[in-house]
């Protein structure tokens, strides 16, 4: 005890000597979102798809599901199975929030028809219940497990983040219409979780999935500032009880008494106000993070922001992608030591949309542009790739690499992503400016009307993020003569084209970085208009009123302008944009030797269809050109970058020992085409990469093509983290349990017997296989080598045995081989018993 004291009065005593060297909250109040209209050439189509596309497309699919049906079956009593994963409700609850916002930016009749009707099917299941407790799963599946209480498990049942999502979609809908029904079935759920959690003699209950932390802060938030709302509701309000709650879930973990403990996955290995590295399950660890600042800014406690500014550091110095992404670990959907961040990476979409939530708040506690620079990482690169450029499909998982086969999905057994997605981004509007002492805050870079009162007097302020007519070639890459052209009609485009002020020129952010913000006050008033000055860019420029500002005051990461406005008066900001290489940390393994191209906020990835068909072989030179152009009628209207590389190609050596570079075979000049990282995945199948070589150790020489590598693979079943692709790639395994490579895997069948198969485009003579199978044992996952196995041809319509074939073995670290009489067809099928309670896998399979 003694012990633990100590540690708690060191860490208290350095968050005050933190906060005391410069980092004390500077708190923001962010413009709602009926004080903002978007009016942007890059976000206004996007917006408009989501409202349009992807919200009907996901409650058509959660109805489907029988998600809405849960809470029909709660309402009528009668029982019966549970629709989807007992997380079901909390969706709803977040499609409800997300759309809320929506609304809060432009009324829509018929979505908030929809949503009442929704809500009225909630109100009616709450109702049942004398406490207004609501988790459809539990009272369907596991009616005394009420909490994960009574040998119950809440990792499982979601039952907390269930009820926090409701009281978050309810703060939310009555913000955006003023209607109460769900704010009143909210409030009777609070109080129902405060009358039964805290401290003794109440029960020790914390959230096995966090949400509910933040949310209780927005309801105490909500009283606060409209006491006059306490009266319509049904039951007693005293909002300093969910407050109280909030902060009982958070200091609470590492608490176990009478309960179970979710150790580092949950966040509860030890109390939160003591962790220096943030651990588990990336989506629960940015959320409780985003719920420990909320609480930290309305109860000003020190140690909290010091604890949030902790975490984040870690996070976002050690344990983040480069695209803003979280989570390099599949088997627990989260992190992984520092600098641990392989290519293959899991980067939940739900991660990176938590991680916004985490910058964004911490940005309005402290009023450090560093915040919102990451909120901008994130937003352009791993959160908009979560969802496709039609609307209608989705990643649940943005690797930085991926295989051939990798395509996005209509739908997923745990749909989560789409409705965090639709969240952040309906939240959208509320993220471009913030307000604080005799100051405006700009801190994303988005074309937009805003209407604001500062000192009392009111101000329009308005953000244009195009430049029509206007000269910006000094964003543009210096001028480089044609590349030539290589193979693939993707790499002859990429050779073509843009020369320095083409007529496709970009004419918007992020494409381009010159910003216009227009004040207008009502009468001349003096206050702070505040640029975030991002870090991604080296030596921005200020125009006031056409005039350069020879030097200007940077405070925070923001370019202060502080003088008497006028009506009328203009800023110009110029954002030069480079192509850059970027490169990690010498620590991360998976990245030496390599380099990301990005401009602007923007991350780029190679698609194999753009550049030949294949890019594990491409070498990108230090002193390589690259040239930025844009192309309105490609992938929705992007910049692209190309530029010239070396392929490698596996050859025979000649037979001497030295040669001169200029004659080494197997080398070649090629050009490439890079794209947005947001925008992969929106065409046919095909090989993505992120991170490229800049030195030819690093680079795979493509190898000569065997009879398995062209051969078209199928399987009975493929898990959507995996690819087919793994089966004939010629990548070599190190081991039968080689993470870093493709795999594919039946994941999550287990015992079942499977097959996986070659097609070839001939008839072709085979004589031998030779197979190395995916096994986990080592790292205690959920695949082994199969049972057993046999191999099959296609003998006209039908399967036949393979005559006279050997035994097929099952030995780790190894190929297996199976050699037969030589024989013509034109499929071969492996048909493969998985072991009782285990999945399986392979990692190469060859043919001779």
């Not at 029988?66 to 019966?80: E, H």
């Not at 009162?453 to 543009?476: C, I, M, P, W, Y």
């Not at 890079?674 to 190898?703: C, D, G, H």
Request: net charge neutral; charged share 20%; aromatic share 10%.
């Amino acid at each position: 005890m003694r012990t633990l004291l100590n540690s708690t009065l060191l860490l208290n005593a350095l968050a005050t000597l933190v906060l005391a060297q410069g980092t004390k909250p500077n708190p923001l109040t962010p413009l709602s979102i009926q004080q903002v209209v978007v009016e942007d050439e890059f976000w206004t189509p996007r917006l408009k798809v989501w409202r349009a596309v992807t919200v009907p497309d996901c409650f058509a699919k959660f109805e489907k599901d029988g998600a809405l049906a849960n809470f029909d079956k709660v309402r009528d009593g009668t029982g019966g199975e549970h629709g989807g994963p007992p997380w079901y409700d909390g969706l709803i609850y977040e499609m409800i929030r997300g759309c809320a916002d929506f609304l809060a930016a432009r009324r829509d009749p018929a979505l908030e028809s929809r949503l009442d009707g929704y809500i009225e099917r909630i109100a009616a299941a709450a109702a049942r219940d004398t406490d207004g407790y609501l988790n459809t799963y539990t009272q369907l599946r596991e009616p005394t497990h009420r909490w994960g209480l009574n040998g119950g498990n809440d990792n499982w049942q979601h039952d907390v983040y269930n009820a926090g999502a409701m009281i978050e979609a309810a703060v939310h809908y009555y913000r955006a219409t003023g209607k109460m029904p769900l704010l009143k079935t909210a409030v009777r759920l609070a109080n129902h979780m405060a009358d039964v959690m805290g401290p003794s003699p109440k029960k020790n209950v914390v959230p096995g999935h966090s949400l509910g932390e933040e949310a209780l802060v927005k309801l105490y938030l909500l009283f606060r500032e409209k006491p006059e709302l306490k009266s319509p509701m049904s039951v007693p309000v005293d909002e300093q009880r969910y407050l109280k709650l909030a902060e009982f879930w958070i200091e609470n973990r590492g608490n176990h008494e009478g309960r179970k403990s979710y150790g580092p996955y949950g966040q509860d290995h030890k109390p939160v106000l003591q962790q220096e590295t943030i651990e588990g399950h990336a989506v629960r660890a940015t959320l409780l993070c985003a719920g420990l600042v909320a609480a930290g800014s309305v109860n000003g406690r020190e140690d909290y922001l010091a604890a949030a500014q902790r975490l984040w550091a870690n996070m976002v110095e050690r344990r983040m992608y480069v695209i803003g992404g979280l989570g390099a670990i599949a088997g627990h959907e989260g992190f992984g030591p520092d600098y641990v961040l392989p290519n293959n990476g899991y980067l939940e979409t739900c991660a990176a949309i938590g991680a916004g939530f985490f910058h964004h708040n911490l940005n309005l506690a402290l009023g450090d542009a560093r915040y919102a620079d990451e909120l901008e990482r994130v937003l352009y690169n791993g959160v908009l790739s979560g969802v496709s450029l039609k609307g209608d499909t989705y990643f649940y998982e943005n690797p930085l690499e991926a295989g051939k086969n990798r395509t996005r999905w209509a739908w997923h057994g745990c749909p989560c992503c789409p409705p965090m997605f639709l969240k952040i981004m309906g939240a959208l509007p509320g993220y471009i400016y913030a307000q604080g002492t005799n100051s405006v805050y700009a801190n994303l870079f988005v074309g937009s009307r805003a209407n604001l009162t500062v000192n009392g007097v009111k101000v329009a302020l308005r953000q244009t993020t195009h430049s029509r007519g206007r000269d910006f070639k000094r964003n543009e890459v210096p001028h480089t003569p044609s590349l030539s052209p290589t193979g693939g009609e993707g790499a002859r485009r990429a050779g073509e084209g843009a020369t320095r002020g083409s007529s496709n020129a970009a004419s918007s952010y992020p494409w381009q970085g010159d910003i216009q913000f227009i004040v207008e006050p009502e009468r001349e008033t003096e206050f702070a208009l505040n640029l975030r000055m991002p870090g991604w860019c080296a030596e921005p420029q200020i125009k006031l009123n056409g005039q350069p500002l020879a030097s200007f005051e940077k405070v925070r990461g923001y370019a202060r302008l502080e003088r008497s406005w006028q009506r009328g008066d203009v800023v110009e900001l110029s954002l030069p944009m480079p192509v850059e290489r970027i490169q990690a940390h010498p620590k991360v393994e998976a990245a030496l030797g390599r380099v990301v191209l990005q401009r602007g906020p923007i991350v780029y990835c190679l698609e194999a269809c753009d550049n030949g068909g294949h890019l594990r072989n491409l070498v990108l030179p230090p002193d390589s050109p690259l040239i930025a152009e844009h192309r309105a009628d490609f992938l929705g209207g992007v910049t692209v970058i190309r530029g010239a590389a070396l392929g490698l190609h596996r050859v025979d050596w000649p037979d001497t020992l030295y040669l001169p570079h200029s004659r080494v075979p197997g080398v070649t000049n090629v050009n490439f085409l890079a794209i947005p990282y947001f925008a992969n995945a929106n065409r046919q199948p095909t090989e993505m990469r992120v991170w490229m070589a800049s030195a030819p150790i690093k680079a795979e020489p493509l190898p000569l093509p065997t009879l398995a590598s062209e051969a078209t693979p199928s399987a009975s079943r493929c898990w959507t983290n995996d690819t087919l692709a793994g089966l004939n790639d010629q990548v070599e395994p190190a081991a039968s349990d080689d993470a870093k490579i493709p795999r594919f895997t039946w994941w999550d069948h287990r015992g079942t017997k499977e097959w996986v198969q070659y097609d070839f485009d001939r008839t072709q003579k085979v004589s031998a296989v030779e197979v190395y199978w995916w096994d986990e044992r080592r790292i205690n996952a959920h695949c082994r080598v199969p049972q057993s196995w046999r191999l099959l041809f296609k003998d006209g319509t039908e399967w036949k045995l393979v005559p006279g074939a050997s035994e097929g073995g099952t030995k780790m670290d190894q190929y297996n081989r199976v050699t037969f009489p030589a024989l013509s067809t034109p499929a071969l099928r492996m048909e493969v018993q998985l072991q009782p309670e285990w999945s399986g896998g392979i990692l190469e399979w060859r043919l001779e």
